[in-house]
């Protein structure tokens, strides 16, 4: 990827983790702009693969030094047909994990590590669609080899601390998380190793711990929808009713039809409709700012 695209694609992650709704932003133009481009690229890169391995082909049979020839045959195959068949590859099963068609990202996926069974990131993306489909052994063996090959590798640790709330290991959980969320290179894994740390103090209801990281995952991403959510459940059962409402009503405002925003929905409906009003409206009064006690 050259340094255009590869700069244009760090500004794309950056708006959309600090995507405010309410300010107008040209992420869809340039989502699309940038798909184009990125197309266009392949296609040239394409072309030129094909030509040149049909250079090296007529090189090849003009037979003036057979050994120079198949050396220059090798290197050609190697750099150009390896290197970019991985990178298109990866690309592929990106896309195949976006729209969640992970039987055929794994397919995708294998094809990378049989050319390069080491590369980081197809074991990520392997662990990642294992993960995604609920594997979560098989998951956690290759995101611990990639730790294996890259230590502070922010997308393993964050992946593997995820998993590891699911099978409920809560101080490995732990462990991982905050190295992912301490790391300064991966923003977006600095992003949801709080928001996964959340999780894991309110599933051990440790409520106040929850909001905290909750909080910190919205900074870095003000338009984190489940972090919204996450905490309006925290408030709700710490019963404060009124800043739950209000958690729960801006995560319905980023998106009323996306599945927080319905769940939003309801929990907005529970509360009123089963707690006292008069106690919603003292909270409101006692507490107007919705800060933390």
Not at 280 to 290: F, L, R, T, V, Y
Request: glycine fraction near 6%; aromatic fraction near 10%; proline fraction near 3%.
């Amino acid at each position: 990827m050259n340094n255009d695209l590869k700069g244009r694609i760090e500004a794309l992650k950056k708006m959309i983790v600090e995507y405010d709704p309410d300010k107008e932003t040209p992420i869809k133009d340039e989502i699309k702009k940038l798909y184009i481009d990125i197309s266009n690229a392949l296609k040239t890169l394409t072309q030129a693969q094909e030509e040149l391995r049909q250079l090296a082909q007529n090189f090849k049979q003009k037979k003036s030094s057979k050994d120079d020839v198949e050396k220059f045959y090798s290197f050609v195959r190697s750099r150009t047909s390896a290197e970019l068949d991985i990178a298109t590859l990866l690309d592929r099963a990106w896309n195949l994990i976006a729209v969640e068609d992970y039987d055929e990202a794994i397919k995708v996926i294998n094809q990378v590590l049989e050319i390069e069974p080491k590369n980081i990131k197809g074991l990520g993306l392997m662990g990642l669609t294992l993960m995604n489909k609920g594997l979560y052994d098989q998951a956690m063996m290759i995101f611990q080899q990639v730790i294996l090959e890259d230590p502070d590798n922010p997308f393993a640790l964050n992946n593997l601390g995820y998993i590891c709330y699911k099978k409920g290991i809560w101080g490995e959980a732990i462990e991982h998380l905050t190295k992912a969320a301490k790391q300064q290179k991966d923003r977006m894994a600095m992003l949801y190793a709080n928001f996964y740390l959340g999780l894991v103090y309110y599933e051990r209801s440790m409520l106040i711990d929850a909001v905290k990281f909750f909080e910190k995952a919205l900074k870095l991403g003000p338009n984190l929808q489940e972090a919204y959510y996450y905490l309006g459940l925290a408030e709700t059962k710490r019963y404060e009713f009124q800043k739950a409402l209000e958690y729960f009503e801006k995560c319905r405002k980023i998106d009323p039809k996306a599945r927080y925003g319905r769940l939003s929905d309801e929990e907005i409906g529970v509360i009123k409709h089963l707690v006292d009003p008069k106690l919603i409206n003292k909270q409101a009064h006692s507490d107007p700012g919705g800060n933390q006690n």
